[in-house]
C-alpha cells in the first residue's frame, strides 16, 4: 500500500511537468494547428537560464522569474524568426521548421553550456516528508502545487477573457476570427509566449529533480507530446488528464516491472492511442450539424 | 434601358466603399478581373451572379482574407487594399461568410460578444440586448454551442455578430443559402431592417428575384468581370437578366 502510494506521488510529480508540456504544445496547435517541436526545449531553456542566473551570483528566488522571462523571450524570437517569416506555408513545414529550431537551440545551448549536467538545488529542502508510509519531497510539492495553480490560471484564461476567448475562436475557425476583428499574427505571437511560460515553469520547478542539461527537452517535449495527443491534441483537459496519466503509467512500470521500461511507456502509449482513439481520450468531437 | 432619375439616385449617396480595377487570383488563377462597384451612404448594393463568378472571392478580397493582386479599395476615401483583416474591421467592415461560419464550440454568447472583439466602448452589453430583441431565438439559446443551432439560426447568429461590430458597411455573401422559404424571408427582412437603420450593405446572392427587389442598386458578376449594371428594377426588366438569373 504505502508502495502504491509511493508510485502515484513518483507519477504525479513527473505527469504534472508533462501535463505543463502537454498544454504548451495544446495551446500552439489550437492556434495554429502547428505541432511544435520545440516545446521540450523550453523546459530546458528555463531551467538553463535559472541554471545561469545562479551561476553568475543571482539568488534563486530572482533566477527563477528571470529565467521564465528569457525563456518567454525565446518563445516570442522563435515565432517572430522561426514561424511569422513562414507566413502562408502549410502545416507541415512549420512542423519541419520548429524541428529545426530545437536542433539550433539545443546546438546553442551545448556550445554555451557544455554537455554536462546542471544542478539546481531544492527550493525548500531535501528533507522528505512521510505521508501515509511513502515519503513525499518538498520539491514534489512544489511541482505538483505550481502545475496546480497554473493550470487554474490558464483554465480561467480561456474561460473568462476575451483574448482567451479570442484564441478558442482563432481555434475553431481562423478565417471567422479574423472577420471579428481578431489579429492573428499576434495571438499566434500569445499563443508562443504562453506555451514558453508553461515550459519554463515546469522546466524550473523539475529542474531540481532531473537536473539541466542541454538535450533534456528531448524527452520531456516527446512525451508532453505524447501526453496531448493521448489527452485529444488541442484539448486543455486533455493535456492534463493526458500528462498525468503518462507520468502515473511511467511510475508504475518503473516500480512494478523495472525502471529500464519506463521510457518505452509513452512509445506503446502512441501506438495504443494512434490504433483505437486516433483522436485522444478528449479528442474534438466536431459539435457542426451537418 | 436606364432612366437618367434611376441613376441620378445611385449617384447622389457619397460612397462609402469603392472597389476599383480589382483584380485576384488563386495562384496562378485568375479570379477577377478588374471589378469596380461602388456602395454609397445608406444603400444597399446587391450582387449577383452563378455558381463560381467570383462573388465569394471578391467579398474576401474586400474583408482582406486573401491578398489582391491590383487594383485598389476604398473606405471613406482611405485606401485599404492591403490592410489586414482586422484593422478592416476596425475601419468599419464587417462580412456574414458564406456558410455562416459560426464559432462552432463557442457559446452562442460568447460568438456574440466576439463580434464586438474591436470595440471598446461601453455599449456592447447594450448591443448584445438588441440582438436579443432582434433574434428572441438567440436569447432562448444563449448558453448553447453555437454548432448546436439549426442552419437558420446559424444564419441569423452570424448576422448578429457582425452586426455587434457596429459595422459602417456590412457585407453579405448568400445569407439565405440553404434556408427554408419562411427563413429566406425572415433574414430578407433582417436585411432591409438593417438598412433602414441606415448601414450600407453589399449583398451577394443567387436568389437574384430577392436581391434585386430590394436593391437600390445592383451589379451582375460573370467570371469575375460586371456584366451589367443598374437599379435593382432596370436590371429585373434587363432580358438578358431575366433569361440567365430570374428563369424568365
Ligand atoms: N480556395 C480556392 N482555391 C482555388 N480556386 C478557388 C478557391 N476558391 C474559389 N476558387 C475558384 O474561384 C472561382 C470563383 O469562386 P467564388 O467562390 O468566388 O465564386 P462564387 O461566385 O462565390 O460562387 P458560389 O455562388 O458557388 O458561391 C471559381 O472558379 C472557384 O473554383
Ligand atoms: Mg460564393
Redesign the pocket.
Given at each position: 500500500m504505502s508502495e502504491l502510494l509511493q508510485f502515484v506521488f513518483s507519477g504525479l510529480t513527473t505527469g504534472s511537468i508533462y501535463a505543463l508540456s502537454a498544454l504548451g504544445f495544446a495551446i500552439i496547435y489550437n492556434a495554429s494547428r502547428v505541432i511544435n517541436f520545440a516545446q521540450g526545449d523550453f523546459l530546458m531553456l528555463g531551467g538553463m537560464f535559472t541554471v545561469a542566473c545562479t551561476q553568475l551570483g543571482v539568488p534563486l528566488y530572482l533566477a527563477i522569474p528571470l529565467g521564465v522571462l528569457a525563456t518567454v523571450v525565446a518563445g516570442a524570437l522563435l515565432e517572430r524568426l522561426a514561424i511569422a517569416p513562414a507566413g502562408n506555408s502549410n502545416v507541415v513545414s512549420l512542423i519541419i521548421i520548429t524541428i529545426g529550431a530545437s536542433m539550433f537551440i539545443e546546438g546553442v545551448v551545448q556550445i554555451l553550456f557544455g554537455k554536462n549536467q546542471h544542478a539546481v538545488p531544492s527550493f525548500s529542502g531535501e528533507t522528505a516528508i512521510p505521508v501515509g508510509g511513502a515519503m513525499l519531497l518538498p520539491q514534489s510539492l512544489w511541482v505538483i502545487g505550481v502545475a496546480a495553480v497554473i493550470v487554474v490560471f490558464v483554465g480561467c484564461f480561456f474561460r473568462f477573457t476575451m483574448i482567451g476567448k479570442a484564441m478558442l475562436a482563432m481555434s475553431a475557425n481562423r478565417e471567422a476570427a479574423q472577420l471579428v476583428g481578431i489579429n492573428t499574427r499576434m495571438m499566434l505571437l500569445v499563443s508562443f509566449c504562453m506555451a514558453a511560460f508553461l515550459g519554463a515553469t515546469a522546466g524550473i520547478v523539475a529542474a531540481p529533480i532531473t537536473m539541466v542539461v542541454y538535450d533534456l527537452g528531448q524527452m520531456l517535449g516527446l512525451k508532453g507530446f505524447v501526453a496531448a495527443t493521448l489527452g485529444g491534441m488541442g484539448s486543455g483537459v486533455g493535456a492534463i488528464v493526458g500528462g498525468l496519466l503518462v507520468g502515473l503509467l511511467e511510475a508504475f512500470v518503473a516500480g512494478y516491472v523495472s525502471s529500464a521500461y519506463k521510457d518505452a511507456v509513452p512509445f506503446v502509449l502512441i501506438i495504443i492511442i494512434l490504433l483505437v482513439r486516433p483522436g485522444g481520450i478528449f479528442g474534438a468531437k466536431s459539435v457542426d450539424r451537418v | 434601358m436606364p432612366t437618367s432619375h434611376e441613376h441620378a439616385i445611385g449617384a447622389l449617396a457619397k460612397p462609402v466603399l469603392e472597389v476599383s480595377n480589382l483584380e485576384a487570383a488563386?495562384g496562378r488563377?485568375q479570379?477577377l478581373h478588374g471589378i469596380n462597384i461602388k456602395v454609397g451612404e445608406g444603400q444597399l448594393i446587391s450582387l449577383v451572379?452563378a455558381?463560381?463568378?467570383?462573388?465569394?472571392?471578391l467579398l474576401k478580397a474586400i474583408s482582406g482574407l486573401i491578398e489582391v493582386t491590383g487594383g485598389t479599395i476604398t473606405l471613406f476615401g482611405d485606401a485599404i487594399t492591403t490592410a489586414p483583416p482586422d484593422r478592416r474591421v476596425r475601419a468599419g467592415i464587417s462580412l456574414v461568410p458564406?456558410g455562416r461560419q459560426v464559432f462552432a464550440p463557442l457559446s452562442v454568447e460568447d460568438n456574440l460578444r466576439l463580434g464586438a472583439y474591436t470595440r471598446r466602448d461601453n455599449e456592447r452589453e447594450i448591443d448584445l440586448e438588441r440582438m436579443y430583441e432582434l433574434f428572441p431565438i438567440l436569447k432562448q439559446r444563449r448558453r448553447l454551442a453555437a454548432g448546436m443551432l439549426s442552419g437558420g439560426q446559424q444564419q441569423m447568429l452570424a448576422i448578429a455578430r457582425a452586426l455587434m461590430a457596429r459595422p459602417k458597411v456590412l457585407l453579405l455573401d448568400?445569407p439565405s443559402m440553404g434556408l427554408a422559404p419562411r427563413l429566406v424571408q425572415e433574414i430578407f427582412e433582417v436585411i432591409s431592417n438593417c438598412k433602414s437603420k441606415g448601414i450600407p450593405i453589399l449583398l451577394v446572392e443567387?436568389n437574384a428575384l430577392a436581391a434585386l427587389s430590394i436593391a437600390d442598386y445592383a451589379y451582375v458578376l460573370e467570371t469575375g468581370k460586371v456584366t451589367v449594371e443598374g437599379t435593382g428594377p432596370e436590371l429585373m426588366r434587363d432580358d438578358k437578366v431575366q433569361q440567365a438569373y430570374l428563369g424568365m
Amino acid at each position: 500500500m504505502s508502495e502504491l502510494l509511493q508510485f502515484v506521488f513518483s507519477g504525479l510529480t513527473t505527469g504534472s511537468i508533462y501535463a505543463l508540456s502537454a498544454l504548451g504544445f495544446a495551446i500552439i496547435y489550437n492556434a495554429s494547428r502547428v505541432i511544435n517541436f520545440a516545446q521540450g526545449d523550453f523546459l530546458m531553456l528555463g531551467g538553463m537560464f535559472t541554471v545561469a542566473c545562479t551561476q553568475l551570483g543571482v539568488p534563486l528566488y530572482l533566477a527563477i522569474p528571470l529565467g521564465v522571462l528569457a525563456t518567454v523571450v525565446a518563445g516570442a524570437l522563435l515565432e517572430r524568426l522561426a514561424i511569422a517569416p513562414a507566413g502562408n506555408s502549410n502545416v507541415v513545414s512549420l512542423i519541419i521548421i520548429t524541428i529545426g529550431a530545437s536542433m539550433f537551440i539545443e546546438g546553442v545551448v551545448q556550445i554555451l553550456f557544455g554537455k554536462n549536467q546542471h544542478a539546481v538545488p531544492s527550493f525548500s529542502g531535501e528533507t522528505a516528508i512521510p505521508v501515509g508510509g511513502a515519503m513525499l519531497l518538498p520539491q514534489s510539492l512544489w511541482v505538483i502545487g505550481v502545475a496546480a495553480v497554473i493550470v487554474v490560471f490558464v483554465g480561467c484564461f480561456f474561460r473568462f477573457t476575451m483574448i482567451g476567448k479570442a484564441m478558442l475562436a482563432m481555434s475553431a475557425n481562423r478565417e471567422a476570427a479574423q472577420l471579428v476583428g481578431i489579429n492573428t499574427r499576434m495571438m499566434l505571437l500569445v499563443s508562443f509566449c504562453m506555451a514558453a511560460f508553461l515550459g519554463a515553469t515546469a522546466g524550473i520547478v523539475a529542474a531540481p529533480i532531473t537536473m539541466v542539461v542541454y538535450d533534456l527537452g528531448q524527452m520531456l517535449g516527446l512525451k508532453g507530446f505524447v501526453a496531448a495527443t493521448l489527452g485529444g491534441m488541442g484539448s486543455g483537459v486533455g493535456a492534463i488528464v493526458g500528462g498525468l496519466l503518462v507520468g502515473l503509467l511511467e511510475a508504475f512500470v518503473a516500480g512494478y516491472v523495472s525502471s529500464a521500461y519506463k521510457d518505452a511507456v509513452p512509445f506503446v502509449l502512441i501506438i495504443i492511442i494512434l490504433l483505437v482513439r486516433p483522436g485522444g481520450i478528449f479528442g474534438a468531437k466536431s459539435v457542426d450539424r451537418v | 434601358m436606364p432612366t437618367s432619375h434611376e441613376h441620378a439616385i445611385g449617384a447622389l449617396a457619397k460612397p462609402v466603399l469603392e472597389v476599383s480595377n480589382l483584380e485576384a487570383a488563386y495562384g496562378r488563377i485568375q479570379v477577377l478581373h478588374g471589378i469596380n462597384i461602388k456602395v454609397g451612404e445608406g444603400q444597399l448594393i446587391s450582387l449577383v451572379g452563378a455558381n463560381g463568378a467570383g462573388k465569394t472571392t471578391l467579398l474576401k478580397a474586400i474583408s482582406g482574407l486573401i491578398e489582391v493582386t491590383g487594383g485598389t479599395i476604398t473606405l471613406f476615401g482611405d485606401a485599404i487594399t492591403t490592410a489586414p483583416p482586422d484593422r478592416r474591421v476596425r475601419a468599419g467592415i464587417s462580412l456574414v461568410p458564406e456558410g455562416r461560419q459560426v464559432f462552432a464550440p463557442l457559446s452562442v454568447e460568447d460568438n456574440l460578444r466576439l463580434g464586438a472583439y474591436t470595440r471598446r466602448d461601453n455599449e456592447r452589453e447594450i448591443d448584445l440586448e438588441r440582438m436579443y430583441e432582434l433574434f428572441p431565438i438567440l436569447k432562448q439559446r444563449r448558453r448553447l454551442a453555437a454548432g448546436m443551432l439549426s442552419g437558420g439560426q446559424q444564419q441569423m447568429l452570424a448576422i448578429a455578430r457582425a452586426l455587434m461590430a457596429r459595422p459602417k458597411v456590412l457585407l453579405l455573401d448568400e445569407p439565405s443559402m440553404g434556408l427554408a422559404p419562411r427563413l429566406v424571408q425572415e433574414i430578407f427582412e433582417v436585411i432591409s431592417n438593417c438598412k433602414s437603420k441606415g448601414i450600407p450593405i453589399l449583398l451577394v446572392e443567387q436568389n437574384a428575384l430577392a436581391a434585386l427587389s430590394i436593391a437600390d442598386y445592383a451589379y451582375v458578376l460573370e467570371t469575375g468581370k460586371v456584366t451589367v449594371e443598374g437599379t435593382g428594377p432596370e436590371l429585373m426588366r434587363d432580358d438578358k437578366v431575366q433569361q440567365a438569373y430570374l428563369g424568365m
